[in-house]
């Protein structure tokens, strides 16, 4: 009988043992389920915030990256090359779900609005949220970009020179609708140009004149710009004229800076 009572004592004891490891197996398959869950409702919250075409945060971008080039003169196969290299460059410097927008001057007196507007989309997916993936994504993106750039180089190609030239009119533009105040929490604007502005009001294919007074002018207060804490580069085109000088850079550099842009380094475009 002691025998007895000992293997059935044994066999209460290993049913114990299963019992807990069919537990233990339904709390790891349950917190499997929870966390693909998790990661479901979290794919499609991050997909849902997110505009599908311009791929921007549907509360505002968390930064702002804008170009202005300026089509006023027209460009070589060699500076089309080179200014699509350093569009792609800075395409891929923008910070996650930070926008890029593009701008072009072309002369008149239209402001300019953006020929391209995307924000960087990091790693959402806005596709199926478990078979999709990042490359498809950036390739997407990409494609919105690169389609709109493409045209404007190639019409920059075949560009005559422009009447006019108002640069100034559209960074301040730019200003208002880019970096105004409590917009965005990071700026950064690039301005590709020869700098030759030129309107009734103002032209710098005369001398350069000093900032200072030139802010006085009447024409100087017209354009002053907001800049504050915006990271600023200019990219110099080179201009047939030979007015186009050392001084009328410099110009523009104090110009911006009097803006209170926080320059960068400037760049030359090459051709």
């Not at 047939?240 to 800076?257: G, M, N, P, Y």
Request: glycine share 8%.
């Amino acid at each position: 009988m002691t025998r007895r009572r000992r293997r059935y004592r044994g066999e209460g004891e290993e049913a114990t043992w299963v019992k807990i490891g069919v537990g233990i197996g339904f709390l790891v398959v349950l917190a499997v389920v929870i966390g693909v869950g998790w990661v479901y409702f979290s794919k499609k919250q991050a997909a849902a915030s997110v505009d599908p075409q311009t791929f921007c945060p549907k509360d505002g971008p968390t930064s702002v990256t804008s170009v202005l080039i300026d089509r006023t003169d027209g460009i070589n196969q060699v500076q089309a090359e080179a200014l699509r290299n350093f569009i792609v460059t800075w395409v891929h410097e923008v910070p996650e779900h930070g926008a890029f927008r593009v701008y072009e001057v072309a002369g008149g007196s239209r402001l300019p609005a953006p020929v391209l507007s995307v924000c960087n989309p990091g790693n959402v997916e806005d596709v199926n949220v478990f078979t999709g993936n990042e490359r498809l994504t950036r390739q997407r993106y990409e494609a919105k970009f690169m389609g709109p750039v493409e045209q404007l180089i190639a019409g920059m190609l075949t560009d005559k020179a422009a009447e006019t030239s108002p640069i100034m009119e559209a960074v301040q533009a730019m200003s208002i609708r880019d970096f105004g105040s409590g917009k965005v929490i990071e700026g950064k604007l690039i301005i590709v140009s020869d700098f030759m502005q030129h309107v009734a009001e103002f032209s710098l294919y005369k001398q350069p004149p000093d900032v200072s007074a030139f802010r006085r002018t009447v024409y100087g207060q017209k354009v002053e710009s907001n800049l504050h804490g915006v990271s600023t580069q200019v990219a110099i085109l080179h201009s047939t004229s030979s007015k186009q000088t050392s001084e009328v850079i410099q110009f523009w550099l104090d110009w911006l800076l009097l803006q209170g842009a926080v320059t960068q380094p400037p760049l030359k475009v090459p051709g």
